[in-house]
């Protein structure tokens, strides 16, 4: 694995470990996030994976972009896996397979709003709009931040 990605994902926290080693790699993810456990961490090495093994690419270019524009690699790697994660509960719920082409579209999405930017919004267009929905709620606000309804 390239030093870029060994950095994003573990820090310096590597030693003596192989990162291209999956069980290597998954006691260094628990390491570097101590407080991540069952599915949450197990959901983090999966997309630690599909940066390590590049597949899918996607992953690792958006990582890049998002650690580019300024945000801590935790974050980025935890919107990722927040993504990931939401694409697997959405194709459980439907009962039907993975799509990792609707995952990796998802991806185009992030990084997502910070929640200090987005409760103000909130209360913005309630107090301009008694008696909305809580769904056009949702589609005002994202409206203001400029991403789409779908969102």
Same mark, same amino acid.
């Given at each position: 694995?390239?030093?870029?990605? /060994?950095?994003? #994902? =573990?820090? !310096?926290?590597?030693?003596?470990?192989?990162?291209?080693?999956?069980?290597?790699? *998954?006691? &260094?993810?628990?390491?570097? %996030?101590?407080? #991540?456990?069952? %599915?949450?961490?197990?959901?983090?090495?999966?997309?630690?994976?599909?940066? *390590?093994?590049?597949?899918?690419?996607?992953?690792?270019? /958006?990582?890049?972009?998002? @650690?580019?524009?300024?945000?801590?690699?935790?974050?980025? @790697?935890?919107?990722?896996?927040? *993504?990931?994660?939401?694409?697997?509960?959405?194709? +459980?719920? +439907?009962?039907?397979? =993975?799509?990792?082409?609707?995952?990796? *579209?998802?991806?185009?999405? &992030?990084? @997502?709003?910070?929640?200090?930017?987005?409760?103000?919004?909130?209360?913005? /267009?309630?107090?301009?709009?008694?008696?909305?929905?809580?769904?056009?709620? !949702? =589609?005002?606000? &994202?409206?203001? &931040?400029?991403?789409?309804?779908? !969102?």
């Amino acid at each position: 694995m390239d030093a870029a990605k /060994v950095q994003f #994902l =573990f820090g !310096d926290a590597v030693g003596d470990a192989d990162p291209d080693d999956p069980e290597d790699r *998954a006691a &260094l993810l628990e390491a570097a %996030n101590p407080d #991540l456990t069952g %599915n949450d961490l197990m959901t983090q090495e999966v997309v630690a994976t599909q940066i *390590a093994e590049d597949r899918p690419p996607e992953v690792w270019q /958006v990582a890049r972009r998002m @650690l580019g524009s300024g945000l801590p690699s935790a974050d980025v @790697l935890g919107q990722i896996t927040f *993504a990931f994660g939401h694409a697997v509960r959405s194709a +459980a719920q +439907a009962g039907v397979a =993975f799509d990792e082409d609707a995952y990796v *579209a998802s991806l185009a999405f &992030l990084p @997502l709003p910070q929640p200090a930017g987005v409760g103000p919004l909130i209360i913005e /267009v309630v107090r301009g709009q008694p008696g909305i929905s809580g769904e056009d709620i !949702d =589609f005002e606000v &994202l409206d203001r &931040l400029g991403r789409p309804g779908e !969102d």
